[in-house]
């Protein structure tokens, strides 16, 4: 299970920081992801960490902008997003990749939450 939370409205420029808390067998082993759907759009890549948090990814869109973390003794999976930009307004997902999976296909995910709404306004 996966529940986000932390999303709201924010003017351009600003931040927030979005939390999302993971219960299940052994996910604290397992790679996790955040994603994001814009009205209209697909869903799209925009961060992802490995297990024990030694390695990271992201979008090129927010590198340099946005910080993914975790912390696995408290079972959360966070996502810092500074200098935010109209353009990430969107509801955004966290998930648990699938062994071996590819970070950036939503389809090697194998569970997400329900997500969170985070608007910026110009």
């Known amino acids: 299970q996966l529940v986000e939370s932390g999303g709201g409205l924010v003017q351009a420029g600003g931040a927030l920081t979005l939390s999302c808390a993971y219960s299940?067998?052994?996910?604290?082993?397992?790679?996790l992801g955040w994603f994001r759907q814009a009205s209209g759009k697909e869903r799209e890549s925009v961060a992802a960490?490995?297990?024990?948090?030694?390695?990271?990814e992201y979008a090129e869109s927010v590198e340099g902008r946005f910080t993914i973390s975790r912390d696995n003794a408290k079972l959360m999976v966070f996502l810092l997003m500074n200098n935010l930009r109209p353009e990430d307004t969107a509801v955004y997902y966290c998930?648990?990749?699938?062994?071996?999976?590819?970070?950036?296909?939503?389809?090697?995910?194998?569970?997400w939450g329900q997500g969170t709404q985070v608007t910026v306004s110009s």
């Open positions: 998930g648990r990749a699938i062994p071996g999976g590819n970070w950036k296909l939503y389809q090697d995910y194998a569970y």
């Open positions: 960490i490995r297990w024990d948090g030694s390695r990271t």
């Open positions: 299940g067998y052994n996910f604290e082993h397992y790679a």
